[in-house]
C-alpha cells in the first residue's frame, strides 16, 4: 500500500497529514509507529487524518495520532494544518469548518493574513472528567513524583488532559526529567500533557510541553491554551495572552468562565511524498 501524505507544521510542531476524504485507508497502529520513526519513516510529533463526517453538522472528521500509534483526541496546533490543507486541496472553498473529534467538535477560520484561528472550546476543570484523581475541584493540585519532588500544579482538559507547571525559567525546567513522570502519573488514568510555564507578564508567557505519547514538541497549542487558562484562574494573567514557543508566538484569548478558547497561530507546508507500507 502507498500513502501520499504532505509533511507540515505549526510553529515547528511537525505533521504528516494524509487525505482520507479522496481515498480510503485504515492504518494499523504499528504502521502508524512505523510512520512516526524519524530514522526509517517520515517522522511526526502528530499524524493527523482528515475525513468524511460521521455525523451532520461537521465539515470532516479530524483523527489525531501520536508517534507510538496511540489516538490523541485533539491536536490545536494540527487543527490549523489542516484548515490549511483543506484549503490547498481544494477540499473546501469555505472559509470557517467544524472538525468532528473522537469526544467532540473544533470550530476554524481561515484569516486573510494566512493564520488560522480555532475556537478550542470551553475550558474542562472536573476532575473525573479530565480524567484526574481529586477529592474535590481546586485552581491547583499537590503532584508528588517518584523521585520525592512536590509539585504544584494546575489540571485541566482542553479537549485533552494537561498539567502545568510554573517554573521561573523554561530554560532551566527539568521537562525531560520532570515530563515523563507528570505524563505517567498514575493520578492521571489516560496519562496527561506537562505543560512548563513561565510568566513573562500579564500579557506574555513562554512555554515548553512535554507531549503525551510524543515526548517534548516545539508547540502545542491546546497546551498553550491550557497554560494560558491555567494563568488566568491563578490571577497571573490577562485574558489575552501571547505564548512565546521555542519557534514562534501563538495568541491565546479566553474571557473566563465557560467562555471558549481561541487561538491564532499560523500553519506551514513543508513537503508532499509518498510512502510505501
Known sequence: ???????????????????????????????????????????????????????????????????????????????????????????????????????????????????????????????????????????????????????????????????VLIVPDVDQAPVQQWGPLIENHENFPDRVNAGFMQVVNAGTIRLRVFERGAGETLACGTGACAAVVAGIQQGLLDNSVTVQLPVGDLLINWQGENSPVYKTGPAETVFEGSIEL
Open 1 to 163: 500500500m502507498i500513502i501520499e501524505f504532505t509533511k507540515m507544521h505549526g510553529l515547528g510542531n511537525d505533521f504528516v497529514v494524509l487525505d482520507g476524504v479522496s481515498s480510503e485507508f485504515n492504518l494499523s497502529r504499528q504502521q502508524i509507529r512505523s510512520l512516526g520513526d524519524r530514522h526509517t519513516g517520515i517522522g511526526f510529533d502528530q499524524m493527523l487524518i482528515i475525513a468524511p463526517a460521521t455525523a451532520a453538522g461537521f465539515d470532516f472528521s479530524y483523527l489525531v495520532y501520536n508517534p507510538d500509534g496511540s489516538q490523541a483526541e485533539n491536536c490545536g496546533n494540527g487543527a490549523r494544518c489542516l484548515v490549511s490543507f483543506i484549503r490547498n486541496r481544494g477540499l473546501s472553498d469555505k472559509n470557517e469548518f467544524t472538525l468532528q473529534l473522537v469526544n467532540g467538535s473544533l470550530h476554524c477560520q481561515s484569516e486573510a493574513d494566512g493564520n488560522v484561528t480555532v475556537d478550542m472550546g470551553a475550558p474542562i476543570f472536573e476532575p473525573k472528567s479530565i480524567p484526574f484523581k481529586a477529592d474535590k475541584l481546586a485552581d491547583t493540585y499537590p503532584l508528588i513524583l517518584p523521585g520525592g519532588e512536590n509539585l504544584e500544579v494546575a489540571v485541566l482538559s482542553m479537549g485533552n488532559p494537561h498539567a
